[in-house]
């Protein structure tokens, strides 16, 4: 598998509330991605990270990506239920082109 | 605004039944691919296409065909369905070659074999 098992989460937090989630993966990639999949849809895009940029913010997303340590994390800062869903880290592995590995996903709930 | 459409969004079939899932983008994108997405393991790639007439295989094809009749559509065929398969499948198309490569979904078919 391309993936460690912490990339299998649940997680419940209170409005307000900051919220970190994090995936490591077994083979080089320079370029993490981040996808939000909620109740019913499919995945969507929304954080792409570079290994050259080490952190990338989006609103009160925060994506960071260690090379070194193969691992990436997702902040929210003071998360709102509509934050609630699944959200998926994904690499494409080195000479694999445009094919597009993901993770297990982390299902947050986000409560009034 | 990207756009990937999968038909049916439901379907039940018999074990041993032929099954045709079918996918159309409108985002006139060369990558195309097909995923399942089952309780405890994500999304897990089935088939992928770089264009018309390709077809490639992923991570977990055994029990599956695909089909790239065109630019547009790209159809997941599971000749002797097993109850195995059942699950919700994906089909998204793809903007670019290579590790950048942003995937846009369809809303995905729930498929139960019975």
């Known amino acids: 598998s391309q993936w460690g098992e912490e990339n299998l989460q649940a997680l419940s937090i209170q409005e307000g509330e900051d919220v970190t989630m994090n995936c490591s993966y077994k083979?080089?990639?320079?370029?993490v991605h981040w996808y939000r999949q909620d109740s019913g849809r499919g995945p969507a895009l929304i954080i792409l990270?570079?290994?050259?940029?080490r952190e990338k913010r989006s609103g009160r997303l925060r994506a960071t990506l260690d090379t070194s340590s193969q691992s990436s994390s997702l902040s929210i800062t003071a998360a709102q239920c509509e934050d609630t869903a699944v959200y998926f880290c994904?690499?494409?592995?080195?000479?694999?082109?445009?094919?597009?590995?993901f993770g297990k996903g982390a299902k947050l709930t986000v409560s009034p | 605004e990207a756009a990937v459409t999968q038909s049916p969004r439901n379907k039940v079939a018999v074990t041993g039944g032929k099954v045709t899932l079918s996918c159309n983008q409108t985002?006139?994108?060369?990558?195309m691919y097909w995923y399942r997405q089952d309780t405890g393991h994500g999304l897990r790639l089935i088939h992928y296409?770089?264009?018309?007439?390709?077809?490639e295989k992923g991570d977990i094809p055994d029990g599956y065909k695909a089909s790239r009749p065109s630019q547009e559509n790209f159809s997941l065929i599971l000749e002797l369905a097993t109850p195995s398969q059942t699950s919700v499948y994906f089909c998204?198309?793809?903007?670019?070659?290579?590790?950048?490569?942003?995937?846009?979904f369809g809303a995905g078919t729930r498929l139960s074999v019975l």
């Open positions: 998204a198309s793809g903007d670019r070659w290579g590790s950048q490569n942003t995937l846009y």
């Open positions: 083979t080089y990639t320079t370029v």
């Open positions: 990270i570079r290994s050259n940029e």
């Open positions: 994904a690499t494409a592995q080195q000479g694999t082109g445009s094919k597009l590995s």
């Open positions: 985002n006139n994108h060369n990558n």
């Open positions: 296409s770089y264009g018309a007439g390709s077809t």
